[in-house]
Each structure stands twice: as C-alpha cells, then as structure tokens.
C-alpha cells in the first residue's frame, strides 16, 4: 500500500490562489491513478480532479474546471493541485486519492474507486 500526505492548506482569500500536494510514501506512485476529492461541512465527499497514471490525462468536475489544475511529479512522488480564482465555496477537506492500475491512461472519478487515501488538508476561502 502507498501511503499519502497531503499539505498546503491553509485560509486563503477569495480569488486567491493555493497549491496542494500529495506526497507518497511505501511505493513508487507512477503505478497509481490519482485524485482530489473534497469534503465540506455537512456534506458528502465530492469529486474534484483525477489524473492517469501517465499525467496524460486529466479530468475536472464542473465546480473547478477552469480554475483548478492537477498534476505530478512521479520523479517526486508527489501529485499537486493548483487552485486558482478560489471562492467560499471551496473551503473543505481535501483528500487526495490513490488507486494501482496498470492502465497509463485512465483516470477514475468516484471516491469507491480508490483505496488509498490521506488524511486531508483544510482550505478555508474567506470571502
């Protein structure tokens, strides 16, 4: 199993900008589709981002597109969400996901999908 920490959350502004990234530790991530779920207050865990193993392919949940940018390092071991034009509205947990595949490019959008996951990260937009 591979084990995932994220950082870089924090309170930001509205239409700010703030990065997070997910390290892995345990095994090697290049083997592992990624994603960035969110969880708000009250609410269930939402689908943000996913990428291929590969980072060839990438995919946005309607909120985000646009203003939220998913990528990794597999040299790194690390997968990054860079967010952009944040509002109140983007203040959650995030989580992000990961899921062994030996497909380079297929991404998965639904949090039953993975089976390892870190802790979370707080990102809180104030207006």
């Known amino acids: 199993q591979v084990q995932l920490v994220e950082s870089g959350g924090g309170l930001v502004q509205a239409g700010g900008s703030r990065r997070l990234s997910c390290a892995a530790s345990?095994?090697?991530?290049?083997?592992?589709?990624m994603g960035w779920f969110r969880q708000a207050p009250g609410k269930e865990r939402e689908f943000v981002t996913a990428?291929?193993?590969?980072?060839?392919?990438?995919y946005y949940a309607d909120a985000v597109k646009g203003r939220f940018t998913i990528s990794r390092d597999n040299a790194k071991n690390t997968v990054y969400l860079q967010m952009s034009s944040l509002k109140p509205e983007d203040t959650a947990v995030y989580y992000c996901?990961?899921?062994?595949?030996?497909?380079?490019?297929?991404?998965?959008?639904?949090?039953?999908?993975?089976?390892?996951w870190g802790q979370g990260t707080q990102v809180t937009v104030s207006s």
């Open positions: 345990g095994r090697t991530l290049n083997m592992y589709a």
């Open positions: 990428i291929s193993r590969s980072g060839g392919r990438t």
């Open positions: 996901g990961g899921r062994f595949t030996y497909s380079y490019d297929t991404y998965y959008h639904a949090s039953d999908q993975y089976n390892n």
